[in-house]
Structure formats: structure tokens, C-alpha cells
């Protein structure tokens, strides 16, 4: 449970890698919010302004993306003699593709940054090299002046730019995002870097969307959540670096706002991982707190690799501001489990300055409108993404509009739809209507929502002996979930599927328009696919607490034991449930051809700083075309993959470079150091993995609500 009293604030120490906090970076310090017309809140709640007043606090200076001008003078893109990445601490990234371009991000050193010096950026098409490792050799061995029209390793420059304006650089903590809309060809990939005063940033790769209705063979995504630095590895990012997907989808939480383990489950197991806050309070305070944050996440070397070679499309969820942020319709304004949650008037500047912080650190095109009056029309996070006829995927944003938690005790009659109080809302009316608009519609083969919180029912018991146990899910707001599957019924929807995270769960299921339990199942035997309107496939938490970790095991002969026991136990009692892990860390890969959507489920070992963290693929499951069926391919995919490792000489990650051809000194450490044998199970441990998998045989049972998930990770 997050505490909620009063932290007192300790002088934070001094870091040599800490920036100096920008003029405007304490809440407190901003001007009062700008009055703004009267308007009705956007999602049915109590009438109010306060989703205009938010509105007008993120109007002062946002980090939009710049439009770079022809540079005058092509000795901008002189190289002196300095490693690739020299000024550039957080390297790049890009993001938010369309057809015709990407937005490029970066953040400049504030020591190096010469304000009288243009920053410049320039693009390459990828056929100039074999891969991108020439492409990075290429910049890195780069010291000799380039011709007017040569990139680094001489290649043919497809875009060049520069941003001269100095303010836009240091108003954002000396984040740059170039928006090359218009300057690039549709389904292409490209090398980019930036460069500034003679150095020059390590090389991204970005893609473009395919033309809207263009024929597309095939598509892929690696799917992360749930990232707390302080709480395990990058080495899921290190393996999705070498990932051969076209895009990275990011669900949400990538910074959490604590700085002492509130929601780690192992912090002590990881060392370097330290945050410290610039206002000395152990949550996010202010602009400086939330900027310092990103800072760090974005130093991690896995993090930068998996970033630079693939294309971003990221969702937020609630710890990029604070632990189960929703919109409070009584105070109308932001609410949260944070310590001063329960402020109306600081929530609303600290809501401000994370969404800044979100904004200047991520690689999005979200356009901000200030001659419209509602925070959703000014401001939104929810937008899609074409790619071709193959497939629509749908971004939603589940917390600046969602209702209050409820009280009381999530029982079967308290979460039922016509028992829920009217006017409760994830989506709100606008954002709802829009969604459903765009579902419908679609004229792709596939659509795919991208949804931060599981959306089908997660049942503890049966009958009215049952506990929803994750009311921050689509459970917490049932009416609103009926609404919409009803909708999306009568519209004969297929080939949907929700890629969602926020659970710390690997999750394979059914959604349906009706859902039974482990006694109506048995009764009438399961739903038929007749009413089932598509799949949700969870990815895991990267590195945040897991269940195993929540019940103090994490690392313990126990561990896999009690996890496959629970994992049982869900899909036990939840029969829409076709696959459940909640002790294993890592990422997802999912693929759509016209034939099938293919979900594989990775673990990576987060106890390991290093690009041969141990990675397992632990399921897959596929579903065909124009079918709801979830085909269990684990044991074809394992073998398609030994095969595949089989034939790489690689290995594990013997031999594997890094981007200036050198062997990581780490990688060789870590396979030189000899592997910790896992202890045995005892006796004792083996009657109590037997007692837990005798409480959750009991259909009627309560631990597993009470140890498991109400006690610990699924608040997290």
C-alpha cells in the first residue's frame, strides 16, 4: 500500500551527471492558471472546468516537435575526431510514424551545448549499408569533412536539416524532436543522426507507415510495459535490439514516480539502480523531479539500443504521473494515490509537469489545439496509427478521463454493470464515441486496440463467492465495458485483438459479450466462439514487481512452483483465460500476416545487466484469420527457434558486437561468471506449494485474492 503521509523532504545529494533544474521546472513556481471558458466535462461526470484548467497549465510551453530549415552552410555537418554519442547522454530515438515521415528525438548535453551553434540533423536511406552496424561503424569511423551531399560513411542524403532557434533546445531540458513530415517515402526505414559542433549522436534507424490501403504482407511488434529502473535490468531491451520487428510498442509506466523501492519488490537485488529526486521527496514533486526521472531511464545502454533501432509508438499509463491516477468530477481535478493525492490544486500542477516531462522525453506528434476549450480536444494522447490494408491500431488514454476507484469490496454484485453507479467512465463520452467509431469502421483485416489495462474479467472464486481483484481494470468500470462490447457485437466486429499491459502478467484470453465461471462453465459448458469478439494478449512488466515477487519469493526455490500453481488457479476460475504467468519478467513479440495474428510470450532474466540475459520464450499462441480461437503453438515456435539458433553463429550472444564493432567487456564478464545453481526444494517448501495449490483448487477460496494481488503487485 503506497504510504500517504506527509514525506519531509532531505537535501538530495549532489549527482555529477545531474542537470541544473530549468527556470519553470517547480510547480509551485509556475503562474496560476489562465481562466478559461466554461465547459461541461467531457465524460458525463459533474460539470466543471477543470479539464480547461489542465489544459491551460500544459499550454505554456510544450515540447513540440521543431520544423528544421536547409542549412546555409554545409561545415554543420563537419565531424571532429570523437566517439559517436559524445553530447548527445541520452542518444536518440524516434517515433509516431506516418507515411511520410517520423519524429526524431534527442537530448543534448547541457555542458557541450554551444546555443550559437545550429544542431543539425540528417537521413539516410537504409539500403546505403548492410545492416546497422555498418551503419554504425560507418558514423563512428567518420572524422573528415562530407561533400554537399554525403552523410556519414559517405552515403546518399535523403534529409538535412537544421534548427538554429537556441530557446526551443534549452525550454525543454535540451530535448530536440524533429518532425520530417513530408521528407520521407512511405514503408521505408532510414538511418538518422544528429549532430552539433563537430560531434555527433550515435545512429537511429526509423520507418515509415505504409499508404493507407497499400498491400501489406506483414507486420510486426515488440510489446513492453511496466519499466521500474529500480526494480531489475535492461536486458529485455537488449534482446528486443536484435528483435526483427518493424515497430516497438510501448503500453505505458515507462518511468514510475518513486525514488526509494515504493514499488519494487527486489531493489536490493540490483545495484546502480538508485534514483534520487531533485526536491528530496521519495515521489515525483515538481518538473525537476519528473525530467530527472527520464534522464535517468534513458542513460540505460539497453534502453538506448532498443530505442534507436526501432520505431516507437508509445501509450502513458498511470506511473508517468503518479500510482492509479483518474480524474477526480468532485474536486475536477486529477486524483491519485500520490501523497498529496487528495490536493486538487497540486495534483493539477503536477499532472502538468509530468505530462511535460512525458511530452518533452518521448518521440510523439501529439498536436496541442489552445483555440479549443476541453482537455481532450486540446490535448490527445489517443490517436491512430494505418498500415495499409493489414492493419489499424488504435491508441487510448485510460486515465485522464477515468472515474474515481470505487469503495467497498469488489464483489460479483457490486462489479455487475446495472449495480454500477451511472456516469462511471474509462474512455469518457467523447474519447468512447470516438473509439467505437473507429472499431466499427475500420477497413483493415485486422484492428488492434492498444490498451494500457486489462479489459476483460479477472475473477477470484465462483458465483457469489467471487472477488474482482484489479477494480483499477476495465472490472472498476463494467457498465462502460458492456456498453462497448455491446456495440462492437452489433457491428459484427472481427479479427480484433487488444494488445494491453499494466498487470505484470503474461495474459492469452477471450473477449466476449458474456463470461462464465468455473460452476456455469461446468454447467453450460464454455461460451461459443459465436460470442466472442477477439483476443487480449498481455505483455509482462519488464522489470516492475511480480507476483512472485509481491508474496516475498522472488528468487526462491518457490517461485516457479507457487507461480505455475496460480496460474492454475486463474485460468481455473476464469475460463475466458487460455494462458496466465505472473512470475516471470520480460516483453512480447506479435506478429499479423492475412493469415494469423501470433503472439510469443518472452522471460528475460532482469537479474542481469547484460545483453545475454538469460531469455526463455515461455508460450505462443496464434490466431487464424477470421476466427476467435487461440491455437496453442508454444512447442512449433520453440522448435522453429532452436532451429534458427541453430544456424546463427552466434549462439547466446557469443561474439555480439557493439554499434562500434567492439565485444561488450561486459557481455564477456557475464559469460565467463559462473551460473548460481538455483537451490533445491526442501520438504517444507514442497507442502507449501501444496497448501497454495490446495487453496486455489477451492473455487470458493479467498487467499489467493487477499495474499496475492490485493496484498501486492496489481496495485503497482
Not at 341 to 352: C, I, K, N, S
Request: proline share 6%.
Amino acid at each position: 500500500m503506497t504510504d500517504h503521509a506527509e514525506e519531509t523532504p532531505e537535501p538530495s545529494p549532489d549527482r555529477a551527471d545531474a542537470d541544473e533544474p530549468s527556470a519553470d521546472d517547480s510547480a509551485s513556481e509556475r503562474a496560476d492558471a489562465i481562466d478559461s471558458p466554461a465547459g461541461g466535462s467531457s465524460t458525463g461526470g459533474p460539470t466543471g472546468n477543470g479539464h480547461a484548467r489542465l489544459a491551460d497549465r500544459l499550454a505554456s510551453g510544450l515540447a513540440l516537435p521543431a520544423t528544421p530549415t536547409e542549412p546555409d552552410d554545409a561545415s554543420v555537418f563537419e565531424i571532429g575526431d570523437v566517439p559517436a554519442g559524445t553530447g548527445f547522454p541520452q542518444s536518440v530515438a524516434s517515433g509516431d510514424p506516418t507515411p511520410g515521415g517520423v519524429v526524431c528525438w534527442t537530448r543534448l548535453d547541457p555542458d557541450r551545448y554551444d546555443p550559437e551553434t545550429p544542431v543539425g540533423i540528417e537521413v539516410v536511406a537504409e539500403e546505403s549499408f548492410e545492416d546497422f552496424e555498418d551503419a554504425a561503424d560507418a558514423a563512428e569511423a567518420e572524422n573528415a569533412e562530407n561533400g554537399e551531399r554525403k552523410g556519414f560513411g559517405n552515403a546518399e542524403v535523403v534529409y538535412r536539416g537544421v534548427v538554429t532557434d537556441a530557446e526551443i533546445v534549452a525550454a525543454h531540458d535540451h530535448t530536440l524532436k524533429i518532425d520530417l513530415e513530408g521528407e520521407l517515402d512511405p514503408d521505408r526505414s532510414y538511418y538518422y543522426r544528429f549532430v552539433h559542433d563537430g560531434y555527433h549522436s550515435r545512429v537511429g534507424r526509423c520507418t515509415t507507415l505504409p499508404e493507407p490501403g497499400a498491400s501489406v504482407e506483414e507486420l510486426s511488434f515488440a510489446v513492453v510495459t511496466c519499466q521500474d529502473y529500480q526494480n531489475g535490468y535492461y536486458g529485455a531491451y537488449a534482446h528486443i535490439a536484435e528483435e526483427d520487428v518493424d515497430f516497438l510498442l510501448h503500453v505505458g509506466d515507462f518511468v514510475y514516480e518513486s525514488a526509494d523501492g515504493q514499488f519494487a519488490g527486489r531493489s536490493g537485488d540490483f545495484p546502480n539502480r538508485d534514483v534520487t529526486h531533485p526536491s528530496g521527496h521519495n515521489h515525483a514533486w515538481e518538473l525537476a523531479d519528473y525530467r530527472n526521472l527520464y534522464r535517468t531511464y534513458r542513460r540505460d545502454p539497453h534502453c538506448q539500443r532498443a530505442w534507436r533501432r526501432h520505431t516507437v509508438i508509445a501509450g502513458r499509463d498511470d506511473h508517468e504521473v503518479a500510482d492509479n491516477l483518474y480524474w477526480d468530477y468532485e474536486a475536477d481535478a486529477p486524483g491519485s494515490e500520490h501523497p498529496r493525492g487528495d490536493d486538487p490544486e497540486f495534483m493539477q500542477g503536477l499532472t502538468a509537469d509530468a505530462i511535460h516531462a512525458w511530452w518533452e522525453f518521448m518521440p510523439v506528434d501529439i498536436r496541442y489545439d489552445l483555440d479549443t476549450e476541453r482537455l481532450h480536444e486540446r490535448f490527445r494522447v489517443w490517436r491512430t496509427f494505418e498500415f495499409g490494408d493489414l492493419l489499424e491500431l488504435i491508441v487510448t488514454d485510460e486515465r485522464l478521463f477515468r472515474s474515481p476507484p470505487r469503495e467497498g469490496l469488489p464483489t460479483e454484485d457490486a462489479t455487475d454493470p446495472d449495480n454500477e453507479p451511472p456516469g462511471r467512465t474509462m474512455l469518457g463520452d467523447e474519447q468512447r464515441e470516438w473509439f467505437v467509431e473507429e472499431v466499427t469502421t475500420s477497413e483493415t483485416l485486422w484492428t488492434v486496440w492498444c490498451d494500457e489495462v486489462l479489459t476483460v474479467p479477472f475473477r477470484v472464486g465462483a458465483g457469489r463467492a467471487s472477488l474482482y481483484p484489479v477494480p483499477g481494470s476495465w472490472d472498476g468500470y463494467t457498465r462502460e465495458r458492456r456498453e462497448i462490447g455491446r456495440k462492437l457485437d452489433r457491428a459484427g466486429v472481427s479479427n480484433f485483438v487488444t494488445l494491453t499491459g499494466d498487470m505484470h502478467c503474461y495474459i492469452a484470453g477471450y473477449k466476449q459479450t458474456e463470461y462464465r465461471d468455473a460452476i456455469g462453465t461446468r454447467r453450460d459448458g464454455p461460451v461459443p466462439e459465436s460470442d466472442r469478439l477477439g483476443v487480449e494478449l498481455m505483455t509482462p512488466a519488464m522489470t516492475s514487481v511480480t507476483v512472485a515477487e509481491g508474496l516475498k519469493l522472488g528468487g526462491t526455490p518457490l517461485e516457479e512452483p507457487i507461480g505455475r500453481a496460480i496460474g492454475w488457479g486463474v485460468r481455473a476460475q476464469n475460463p475466458h483465460i487460455e494462458y496466465f504467468d505472473s512470475h516471470h519478467n520480460g516483453y512480447s513479440v506479435v506478429e499479423f500476416t492475412p493469415e494469423a495474428c501470433t503472439y510469443a510470450a518472452y522471460a528475460v532474466d532482469k537479474t542481469t545487466n547484460s545483453r545475454s540475459a538469460n531469455k526463455e520464450l515461455l508460450a505462443a499462441y496464434r490466431v487464424p484469420e477470421g476466427q476467435v480461437d487461440l491455437e496453442n503453438v508454444t512447442a512449433k515456435k520453440r522448435a522453429e527457434e532452436a532451429e534458427s539458433n541453430r544456424r546463427d553463429a552466434g549462439g547466446n550472444g557469443a561474439g555480439r558486437t557493439n554499434e562500434n564493432g567492439i565485444e561488450a567487456e561486459r557481455d564477456v564478464e557475464e559469460r565467463n561468471r559462473p551460473r548460481v545453481e538455483r537451490a533445491r526444494p526442501t520438504t517444507d517448501d514442497r507442502r507449501r506449494t501444496n497448501a497454495v495449490r490446495r487453496s486455489l483448487h477451492s473455487t470458493d477460496s479467498y487467499q489467493f485474492s487477499t495474499i496475492g494481488f490485493v496484498r501486492s503487485v496489481l496495485r503497482s
